[in-house]
């Protein structure tokens, strides 16, 4: 039995795809039994189609892919959430099955598009839209489901990683770095999904629904990006042991979900503070198995492709097999989301501010009005500038605290010189 497969989009991650089937497809049938054959592609640019030796396939317009009959399997590859969505939802209603990467639609549009899948009796997989190449939609669906899944926690975004590594490692300045992640296919087409935090919060909402069997959407998730991180900021985290990660954080409470994206100050001898580059890394934890992490390259052509592949071939198995469907929407509960200003974490925090007396002791009472506990308070700067930095690693602390804090020191008369840095601490 053949399965054919539609696949609409030939970039970056198409391409791969197109690649590891010219590469492997004898290998599939001989291993596995698995005959997949690429009878259509889609894009907007021909030219791509033309690079791949696939331009007899070509079509612009990929409702001659979902409304092909022989078509058994449609790989959506554009991104976003407009036309993204009407290939899902008109390839589930013309009876196809779906493999996307595509981590903004799950993110926004999952309910719809699962519950579709589920009353069209067809699968819908999405293991690349989180991590590339690393497995871990399917563990958490699969291998994993025994457990009670406490905490979710990661780099799942490559772009980012990279520009911080490349930042620390080459002292690249920010635009340098983001300049270089393009170049290397990591961004996104529009690297503000990257840099904000976005594609990492779409990525956590996706896991936590999974892990917490709870509905999480992108808006769900409290975002900040790297846009504000300096190199000042990442030398003086060096010079305190520590390293700064935009981490991806989804913890199960006993009050409800709390899940949020923000750059994060590590100790450097935490395991996630050593994934550098572009590798992504992610810690799962459990009630039975307790801690486990998944590591790999999380963007890129070969590493989504890779994953994109993988649920392709399992999809085609089971057409091939005629079973019924893998594991749909599995969100039985309705978990509250937990709002940031109660989050309870330790925080670095950076004032430049004027170089005189008296300056650090006003500080010092405002911290202890609100109750806010000092850990260590590092000072740095030139005093011919008459601008000192001075940064402050808190005890734990609640985030409405630090708020007060910022607020009151702001109101201090002649003290700020620059808006102040702040990142959370974790370990
Ligand atoms: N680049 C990466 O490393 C990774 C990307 N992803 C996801 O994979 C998906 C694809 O990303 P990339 O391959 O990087 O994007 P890309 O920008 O390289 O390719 C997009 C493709 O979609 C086509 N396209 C766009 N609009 C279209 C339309 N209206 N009709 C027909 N074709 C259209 C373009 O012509 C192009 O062939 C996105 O959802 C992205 O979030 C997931 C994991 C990693
Ligand atoms: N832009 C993403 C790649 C796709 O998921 C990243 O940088 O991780
Ligand atoms: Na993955």
């Known amino acids: 039995m053949t399965i054919k497969l539609g696949l609409v989009g030939t970039g970056t991650v198409g391409g791969g795809c197109i690649d590891i089937l010219q590469k492997h497809k004898e290998d599939f049938k001989r291993h596995y039994g698995i005959d997949v054959e690429l009878a ?16 007899d396939l070509f079509t612009l317009d990929y409702h001659d892919i979902v409304n092909d009959p022989d078509i058994d399997i449609v790989i959506e590859l554009i991104g976003g959430t407009t036309v993204a969505r009407d290939v899902v939802v008109s390839a589930l209603e013309a009876g196809k099955n779906v493999v996307t990467a595509n981590k903004a639609l799950m993110a926004t549009h999952g309910e719809e598009v699962m519950h579709l899948a589920e009353k069209m009796n067809r699968e819908i997989a999405f ?17 994993l489901i025994s457990n009670e899944i406490t905490s979710v926690m990661g780099i799942v975004n490559g772009t980012t990683n990279y520009m911080l590594t490349r930042m620390v490692d080459d002292n690249l300045s920010y635009d340098e770095a983001l300049k270089e992640a393009q170049e290397r296919g990591f961004a996104e087409a529009d690297p503000t999904a990257d840099v904000d935090g976005f594609d990492a919060a779409a990525k956590i909402a996706i896991l936590a629904s999974i892990a917490f069997n709870s509905r999480v959407t992108l808006d769900d998730v409290h975002t900040e990006g790297i846009r504000n991180i300096t190199t000042l900021d990442l030398d003086t985290a060096d010079d305190m042991g520590y390293v700064i990660k935009l981490l991806a954080i989804a913890h199960r409470t006993p009050d409800g979900i709390d899940v949020r994206v923000h750059p994060t100050m590590l100790p450097k001898a935490h395991q996630l503070a050593t994934v550098n ?26 590493p989504a492709a890779s994953a994109v592949m993988g649920d392709v071939l399992e999809v085609a198995r089971h057409l091939t097999l005629g079973v019924s469907p893998i594991v749909g929407c599995t969100c039985t509960d309705n978990l509250p989301i937990l709002p940031v200003e109660d989050l309870q974490t330790k925080y670095y925090i950076r004032f430049a501010v004027a170089d005189r007396s008296g300056v650090l002791a006003a500080m010092a009472g405002v911290f202890a009005k609100h109750g806010v506990s000092v850990r260590s308070v590092v000072q740095r700067g030139n005093s011919e500038h008459e601008t000192v930095n001075l ?12 708020r007060a804090v910022l607020a009151e020191i702001a109101g201090l008369e002649d003290v700020l010189r620059a808006e102040p840095s702040v990142i959370r601490v974790e370990g």
């Open 40 to 55: 259509r592609v889609c894009s907007r640019d021909p030219k791509q189609a033309e690079a791949h030796g696939v331009s």
């Open 277 to 302: 580059g572009v590798f992504n890394a992610i810690y799962v934890t459990g009630d039975a198995v307790g801690e486990t992490m998944f590591f790999g390259e999380g963007a890129g052509a070969g």
């Open 127 to 143: 293991e690349a839209s989180v991590g590339g190449g690393i497995p871990i939609i399917d563990p958490l669906k699969h291998s």
């Open 391 to 402: 940064s402050y690693v808190t005890h734990t602390a609640k985030e409405a605290s630090v």
